[in-house]
Protein backbone atom coordinates (compact mmCIF):
# COMPACT_ATOMS: atom_id res chain seq x y z
CA UNK A 1 0.00 0.00 0.00
CA UNK A 2 3.07 2.49 -0.53
CA UNK A 3 3.88 3.56 -4.05
CA UNK A 4 7.11 5.56 -4.79
CA UNK A 5 7.07 8.19 -7.70
CA UNK A 6 10.82 9.00 -9.03
CA UNK A 7 11.39 12.45 -11.41
CA UNK A 8 14.20 13.85 -12.13
CA UNK A 9 16.27 11.21 -14.24
CA UNK A 10 17.28 12.54 -17.81
CA UNK A 11 20.68 12.70 -19.93
CA UNK A 12 23.02 15.02 -18.50
CA UNK A 13 26.77 16.03 -19.35
CA UNK A 14 29.60 15.29 -17.35
CA UNK A 15 30.39 18.24 -14.37
CA UNK A 16 26.66 18.68 -14.62
CA UNK A 17 23.81 18.28 -12.50
CA UNK A 18 20.63 16.68 -11.74
CA UNK A 19 18.05 16.52 -9.10
CA UNK A 20 16.23 13.38 -8.29
CA UNK A 21 12.76 13.34 -6.17
CA UNK A 22 10.74 10.74 -5.24
CA UNK A 23 7.59 11.25 -3.50
CA UNK A 24 5.88 8.17 -0.97
CA UNK A 25 1.76 7.92 -1.19
CA UNK A 26 -0.26 5.68 0.43
CA UNK A 27 -1.20 4.38 3.82
CA UNK A 28 1.29 3.87 6.24
CA UNK A 29 2.48 5.41 9.55
CA UNK A 30 5.89 6.66 8.95
CA UNK A 31 8.71 7.16 6.90
CA UNK A 32 11.58 5.73 8.75
CA UNK A 33 14.64 6.11 6.05
CA UNK A 34 14.17 7.22 2.22
CA UNK A 35 16.57 7.26 -0.11
CA UNK A 36 18.52 6.04 -3.06
CA UNK A 37 20.06 3.08 -5.00
CA UNK A 38 21.85 2.77 -8.37
CA UNK A 39 22.66 0.47 -10.48
CA UNK A 40 24.91 1.01 -13.50
CA UNK A 41 25.02 -1.14 -16.80
CA UNK A 42 27.34 -4.68 -15.58
CA UNK A 43 27.03 -4.24 -12.10
CA UNK A 44 25.00 -4.41 -8.72
CA UNK A 45 22.82 -2.38 -7.26
CA UNK A 46 24.38 0.14 -4.68
CA UNK A 47 23.88 2.91 -2.07
CA UNK A 48 23.77 5.99 -3.17
CA UNK A 49 22.39 7.62 -0.06
CA UNK A 50 19.66 7.46 2.63
CA UNK A 51 18.12 9.81 5.65
CA UNK A 52 16.54 9.27 8.25
CA UNK A 53 13.52 10.63 10.11
CA UNK A 54 16.30 12.36 12.22
CA UNK A 55 17.60 14.03 9.09
CA UNK A 56 20.98 12.17 9.37
CA UNK A 57 22.48 10.93 6.17
CA UNK A 58 24.46 8.08 4.93
CA UNK A 59 26.13 8.17 1.68
CA UNK A 60 27.91 5.53 -0.68
CA UNK A 61 31.80 6.42 -1.30
CA UNK A 62 31.59 7.03 -4.48
CA UNK A 63 29.35 9.54 -4.09
CA UNK A 64 30.48 11.66 -1.33
CA UNK A 65 30.87 15.52 -1.79
CA UNK A 66 29.47 15.29 -5.14
CA UNK A 67 25.72 14.48 -4.41
CA UNK A 68 23.46 15.57 -1.38
CA UNK A 69 20.22 14.14 -0.22
CA UNK A 70 17.90 16.26 1.60
CA UNK A 71 13.58 15.30 2.83
CA UNK A 72 10.97 17.13 3.55
CA UNK A 73 8.67 14.83 6.21
CA UNK A 74 5.56 16.86 5.69
CA UNK A 75 5.69 16.30 1.99
CA UNK A 76 6.87 12.49 2.38
CA UNK A 77 9.30 13.40 -0.43
CA UNK A 78 13.12 12.97 -0.45
CA UNK A 79 14.89 14.81 -2.78
CA UNK A 80 18.57 14.16 -4.09
CA UNK A 81 21.00 16.54 -5.29
CA UNK A 82 23.44 15.35 -7.34
CA UNK A 83 26.95 17.88 -9.08
CA UNK A 84 29.59 17.17 -10.34
CA UNK A 85 28.45 13.96 -12.13
CA UNK A 86 30.64 11.77 -13.51
CA UNK A 87 29.87 9.20 -16.94
CA UNK A 88 30.52 6.60 -13.89
CA UNK A 89 27.10 7.73 -12.14
CA UNK A 90 24.93 6.34 -15.18
CA UNK A 91 22.44 3.95 -14.08
CA UNK A 92 19.33 3.20 -13.16
CA UNK A 93 18.61 5.15 -9.45
CA UNK A 94 16.06 3.58 -7.43
CA UNK A 95 14.05 5.28 -4.72
CA UNK A 96 14.11 3.64 -1.34
CA UNK A 97 11.61 4.09 1.88
CA UNK A 98 11.51 2.07 5.12
CA UNK A 99 8.37 3.20 6.97
CA UNK A 100 6.53 1.98 9.38
CA UNK A 101 2.99 0.41 8.20
CA UNK A 102 -0.30 1.60 9.93
CA UNK A 103 -1.95 -0.50 12.17
CA UNK A 104 1.03 -3.66 12.73
CA UNK A 105 3.44 -1.25 13.42
CA UNK A 106 6.04 -3.08 11.02
CA UNK A 107 9.03 -1.61 9.54
CA UNK A 108 8.50 -2.39 5.66
CA UNK A 109 10.82 -1.60 2.68
CA UNK A 110 9.73 -0.49 -0.45
CA UNK A 111 11.19 0.29 -4.12
CA UNK A 112 10.16 2.99 -6.55
CA UNK A 113 10.76 1.70 -10.25
CA UNK A 114 13.48 3.96 -11.13
CA UNK A 115 14.62 6.84 -13.01
CA UNK A 116 17.37 6.36 -15.61
CA UNK A 117 20.73 8.73 -14.74
CA UNK A 118 22.93 8.83 -18.27
CA UNK A 119 26.00 10.95 -18.00
CA UNK A 120 27.81 11.45 -21.34
CA UNK A 121 31.60 12.42 -21.19
Known amino acids: QVQLVESGGGLVQAWGSLRLSCVAS????????IGWYRQGPGKERELVAL???????NYGDSVKGRFTISRVNAKSTVYLQMNSLKPEDTGVYYC???????????????WGRGTQVTVSS
Open 96 to 110: YVEIEARFTSRMDEH
Open 26 to 33: GIFYSINT
Open 51 to 57: ITSGHST
